[in-house]
């Protein structure tokens, strides 16, 4: 095996320094923790309503993706599911980024469902959750089609998915969504 | 027939308040909605507004007043609305008025939505939450 890279304390603190992280995490995830984070979200957001609500609805909707369906598991305790929860604000956007391993078998599943996605303006992405949302089996399979739908519609398809393959069974997932700022000045760096 | 009441909570989840009146027949749901189990908490509403459809068959007034639900919540609003639509099709008299935040165009988009689904006519106004 290569070699990995040396951790390096000074870049990884200058780079969490400078990114201006309203929330990181990596980890197992709960109900509990999740109320937690989008309370303190709220608050954080509280200067910037028009935007904030969207930054805590889209990170809603990622993270419950990650708590329904991350293909990690932690073995100790209560088996919860493995994820990583990041917020960033840069002007102008708000950046919500969700991280969880799938199955490779779902990988050209969740590309189609991208793609459909970015070629759809807002009357067709209404149309297309309008389609999920009236079909029962999308309901059976939990589809989290419909979640990130909304996220597209919320953030005005400022949504992208990366999808990196690690071995035969896994991959990484993860998607970031943009959220223009309307407060500009806040938060306050 | 009895009332359901449900008294509205933000915890690990978010409960909406439920008011359901069977003998004014005015009914509210309000507050913020992200529950543990999305189909166990609107399976009660939908129970009871089946049985004041056969039981009471009065007018009846169904207030959305929502500030947040996700979209799994969205899904059961849809069918609580199906439910208003089927006594209407019977013919009860049915309103709906779904009161938006303002400058929160998403979910006045969303009545706009039912309404396409349903067939339901939805009387949208916007308002100011307490919060």
Same mark, same amino acid.
């Given at each position: 095996?290569?070699?990995?890279? %040396?951790? @390096?304390?000074?870049? &990884?603190?200058?780079? +969490? ?38 930054? $805590? ?42 991280? @969880? ?33 009236? @079909?029962? @089996? ?48 806040? *938060?306050?760096? | ?12 989840? $978010? ?30 509403? +939908? ?16 207030? $959305? ?11 059961? +609003? ?8 089927? &006594? ?10 779904? &009161? ?6 998403? +979910?006045?988009?969303?009545? %706009? ?15 100011? *939450?307490?919060?």
């Amino acid at each position: 095996m290569p070699q990995s890279q %040396e951790f @390096n304390f000074f870049e &990884y603190h200058s780079q +969490i320094s400078r990114e201006n992280i309203l929330l990181s995490y990596k980890g197992p995830l709960t109900d509990v923790l999740l109320s937690e984070f989008s309370r303190d979200i709220r608050k954080k957001l509280l200067e910037d309503p028009g935007a904030g609500k969207k930054v $805590f609805s889209i990170f809603m909707e990622l993270a419950q993706n990650v708590l329904f369906y991350s293909k990690e598991v932690n073995h100790f305790g209560n088996h919860d599911k493995v994820g990583t929860l990041v917020i960033l604000h840069d002007d102008p956007f708000y950046r919500v980024i969700t991280g @969880n391993l799938i199955y490779c078998e779902d990988v050209s599943r969740l590309m189609d469902k991208f793609e459909t996605i970015k070629n759809l303006d807002r009357e067709a992405l209404r149309e297309y959750k309008r389609a999920l949302r009236n @079909n029962p @089996n999308e309901q059976e399979s939990r589809g989290a089609g419909i979640g990130l739908v909304q996220a597209a519609l919320t953030s005005d398809n400022q949504i992208e998915c990366k999808i990196k393959e690690l071995n035969d069974d896994f991959a990484f997932f993860f998607v970031l969504v943009k959220i223009t700022k309307k407060n500009k000045s806040y *938060p306050e760096s | 027939m009895e009332n359901l009441e449900i008294k509205g909570e933000s915890g690990v989840y $978010f409960i909406p308040e439920v008011k359901l009146n069977a003998s004014s027949g005015v009914c509210e749901i309000s507050g913020e909605s992200y529950l543990e189990d999305t189909d166990e908490f609107y399976n009660q509403i +939908i129970n009871w507004l089946e049985n004041f459809t056969q039981e009471v068959n009065k007018p009846l007034t169904f207030n $959305f007043k929502l500030t947040y639900f996700n979209t799994s919540s969205s899904r059961s +609003i849809l069918n609580v609305l199906r439910v208003l639509k089927k &006594y209407q099709e019977q013919g009860g008299q049915v309103t709906v008025n779904w &009161y938006y935040p303002e400058d929160d165009d998403s +979910i006045a988009e969303e009545a %706009e939505d039912y309404m396409k689904d349903t067939g339901l006519q939805i009387n949208m106004f916007e308002f100011e *939450p307490e919060d």
